[in-house]
């Protein structure tokens, strides 16, 4: 298997997310990270691996390269895939799937580059044994992700397995839900210190609160996954992982902050609950059936974070409307609190009427997205300000 004690990994993230995946893979002990386009690469050993799929908030997943090499097509990269020895990585009565990402002009789809490198895998072990792997898409033993850019090509041993993102706590989820990933990034990039109010009065499917609460109850996010892909590789370790659970389940921490949810609709609001109760976050989260502007919170002050509907998923008869309605009402509401919006409509968001002191773009699966931050002071700003601010 991998036979080196200090290794290469990469860490898959959405666009954008790299610098808070480069910060969350020093915390848990990794050396050399560095930043590239949607992946941070980092080094480190078995216990760094096995840390990396328990405590990584804003990844997607974790690859170990084995192999790198340029290809003209796809003929060269079959070769080239039965160069490795993949009797390190797995027997030949277990089982494998490929997943690929491809940006070039000398190879086919997607999916013909994964038939043709797992033919090249089960036609090297038919050649020596005279008998092939299976393929199993759901839970091989041996995820292989490969990453073609141009005549570059890289072979990673995925050792996530199923996407980071999911959690294992969201079973319900409305229309247009917001990623686990997507969603514990906005509550980082907010600086919510995890002990003052936080509420999200439009929580949908509840994800928002739950990412919340597991990072003020410091539960790590992948604390509910039964299976890694790493558990089935020959190397695997369960001794130095069950440490490293214990380790994080002795580490976990009462909730310090209130936690405050709300959504218009009911039926939404029990899907909510069903995911808070899987992430065993019920006494830590306070979530109720109410409209918008009925959110009446207490004065002390917190962090809001609003993803409301953008009109593109979501209709809604007049979203011009909507947004003014939510401008009003933090105003009215919401004094003394640091409120943070995402939103893909940008005329929708000039309706709110306040000046936002901070805009960063997020992506919320294929939609680009503006994070707005509203510091609710009491009084008023400069009308000029707020103006050139919104018009920007």
Same mark, same amino acid.
């Given at each position: ?13 959405? +666009? ?22 949607? =992946? =941070? ?12 799929? /328990? ?7 974790? /690859? ?16 080239? =895939? ?39 895998i089960v036609d090297e072990f038919r050649d020596k044994y005279g008998k092939r792997p299976s393929v199993d898409t759901e839970f091989p033993d041996l995820r292989i992700n490969l990453h073609i850019f141009q005549k570059e090509c890289t072979i990673s041993l995925d050792s996530s397995g199923e996407s980071l993102h999911k959690r294992g ?76 659970? #214990? ?36 006494? #830590? ?46 105003? +009215? ?5 640091? =409120? ?41 700003? #400069? ?6 601010? /919104?018009?920007?």
């Amino acid at each position: 298997m991998i036979k080196e004690k200090i290794f290469n990994m990469m860490a898959k993230t959405q +666009q954008g997310l790299e610098p808070l995946l480069a910060a969350e893979l020093k915390e848990i002990g990794a050396h050399n990270i560095e930043e590239h386009n949607r =992946v =941070v690469s980092f080094e480190g050993d078995l216990k760094t691996l096995y840390k990396a799929n /328990l405590y990584l908030r804003t990844a997607l997943k974790v /690859l170990v390269p084995i192999a790198k090499f340029k290809a003209n097509g796809d003929h060269e990269l079959y070769e080239e =895939v039965r160069r490795i020895d993949w009797e390190n990585y797995m027997d030949v009565d277990g089982t494998l799937a490929v997943d690929s990402s491809v940006r070039s002009e000398f190879f086919s789809e997607n999916q013909f580059v994964n038939l043709k490198t797992k033919d090249a895998i089960v036609d090297e072990f038919r050649d020596k044994y005279g008998k092939r792997p299976s393929v199993d898409t759901e839970f091989p033993d041996l995820r292989i992700n490969l990453h073609i850019f141009q005549k570059e090509c890289t072979i990673s041993l995925d050792s996530s397995g199923e996407s980071l993102h999911k959690r294992g706590y969201r079973m319900e989820a409305n229309m247009a839900p917001l990623n686990e990933v997507t969603a514990a990034a906005m509550i980082i990039l907010s600086g919510w210190d995890k002990k003052s109010t936080f509420i999200d009065p439009m929580c949908g499917s509840g994800t928002l609160l739950i990412e919340a609460g597991l990072m003020a109850r410091n539960i790590p996010p992948g604390m509910f996954k039964e299976q890694f892909g790493f558990m089935k590789w020959k190397n695997y370790d369960a001794d130095l992982w069950h440490k490293i659970k #214990d380790e994080a389940k002795a580490n976990i921490k009462e909730c310090e902050a209130k936690i405050i949810g709300g959504d218009a609709v009911f039926r939404v609001i029990e899907k909510a609950r069903n995911n808070i109760t899987r992430a065993g976050l019920d006494e #830590d989260i306070i979530i109720t059936n109410k409209r918008f502007e009925e959110h009446k919170p207490s004065g002390e002050g917190g962090t809001v974070i609003i993803n409301p509907p953008y009109g593109e998923r979501l209709e809604l008869e007049d979203i011009a409307a909507f947004y003014k309605l939510m401008g009003d009402t933090l105003k +009215q509401n919401f004094t003394g609190y640091d =409120v943070w919006i995402i939103s893909s409509n940008k005329e929708a968001m000039k309706k709110i009427g306040l000046a936002a002191s901070k805009r960063l773009t997020i992506w919320n699966g294929p939609l680009e997205c503006k994070y707005h931050k509203f510091e609710m002071y009491r009084g008023t700003k #400069d009308p000029r300000k707020m103006e050139q601010n /919104l018009n920007e």
